[in-house]
């Protein structure tokens, strides 16, 4: 539990100037405009990787972010700045969400509203120190100039400022005026950028199969799966009988009512709907391990030491998960805890007692 004497930290994220800067560092200076990717409209050729795709490659952590502003203490205000109706947004909200992060909206009033966001975050960022004399750290996260005014001021009112911003895309005065300044893909967890890989499909020969053609086959056999419909019409042996052997029918009242009519048609199967798949809950110890994890790398990003105390490391785990309680996997305590995952981390001898660190192979991005 945390105690009222720990670090305060509160978290500011300039949504849009993250997104963006993430996706031209990944695919170029200016490629989220020319791409339209904010709202996907257009489609890229089949040759290339459509939005979609282009999208995850160039994904924002949040969740990396959000573990290494806890680092510095336990975090009181977490928000985002943004247009969440837009797609290259509206994509993260459940994350952001799922880690009590406040969405704030920002409805532009205008084809082109220039910051927006900056104007927006500094404002509230403002309110809130003086507001809120308790909290000691703010993590500003972006990487535009007009941020510098805000982290001065922040620390002439004595806080701790603390800068999170994309390699590339981030002003070198801003990085200057913060007390710390961390980029984020040297952030504890972050994944290193790799190319898509997509394998192109080849015979036994080693010949590259061409795309349509290996579709083909696909196409025609869901086009065989597909039920032939039910004519209602007289048989082919019918029709060819001659008029004179088929026996004449009087009309009726009866043969001519819908119930008949409805009667001779050819029974229907009933549709049968598959149940919706519900995506299956997490393992707990599998979620509690991968918080270890996160925990311990965040621990020695931050030390620059490779053996760190037990209690530090619990403290640091339920600041990222508050929910976390070793108690409720089944351990009588976190030092129990601890050792059955032998695999990842490694148990220190001797004095001072409780010392923990991640072997080489669990340290591995």
Request: proline fraction near 7%; glycine fraction near 6%.
């Amino acid at each position: 539990m945390a105690e009222l004497s720990d670090p305060r930290v509160a978290v500011y994220i300039d949504f849009d100037n993250i997104v963006i800067s993430r996706y031209d560092q990944v695919y170029g200076r200016g490629a989220f405009m020319a791409n339209k990717s904010r709202s996907g409209a257009t489609k890229s050729p089949a040759a290339e990787p459509n939005d979609d795709e282009r999208a995850l490659r160039a994904t924002v952590d949040v969740g990396a972010i959000l573990d290494y502003a806890t680092s510095f203490g336990t975090v009181v205000i977490s928000r985002a700045f943004a247009d969440w109706s837009v797609p290259a947004n509206s994509r993260y909200s459940r994350q952001l969400v799922d880690r009590a992060v406040d969405l704030t909206q920002l409805f532009p009033t205008a084809l082109y509203t220039k910051n927006g966001a900056d104007i927006r975050l500094s404002v509230d960022v403002v309110e809130d120190m003086f507001r809120l004399p308790d909290i000691t750290h703010v993590v500003i996260v972006a990487g535009d100039s007009d941020f510098i005014p805000l982290a001065q001021r922040c620390k002439r009112l004595g806080r701790y400022v603390v800068g999170i911003g994309v390699a590339g895309a981030t002003s070198r005065q801003l990085a200057a005026a913060c007390n710390e300044f961390a980029y984020y893909g040297e952030l504890p967890g972050v994944m290193p950028d790799r190319a898509p890989e997509v394998a192109a499909p080849v015979t036994a020969d080693g010949a590259v199969v061409d795309a349509a053609a290996a579709a083909a086959p696909v196409a025609r056999t869901r086009a065989a799966r597909v039920p032939a419909q039910v004519s209602t019409e007289p048989a082919a042996a019918t029709a060819a009988t001659p008029v004179a052997e088929q026996p004449v029918k009087k009309r009726t009242r009866r043969a001519s009512s819908p119930a008949t009519e409805l009667a001779i048609e050819p029974a229907r199967e009933p549709e049968v709907r598959e149940p919706e798949a519900r995506e299956p809950e997490p393992d707990p110890n599998a979620v509690a391990s991968d918080l270890l994890l996160r925990a311990m790398r965040v621990l020695h990003a931050k030390t620059d030491e490779d053996w760190v105390h037990s209690g530090g490391v619990k403290s640091q785990m339920q600041r990222m998960d508050p929910s976390f309680n070793e108690k409720s996997l089944g351990f009588k305590s976190f030092s129990d805890f601890v050792k059955s995952r032998s695999d990842a981390i490694q148990q220190g001898t001797g004095s001072p007692a409780g010392r923990i660190k991640l072997k080489p192979h669990a340290n591995r991005r």
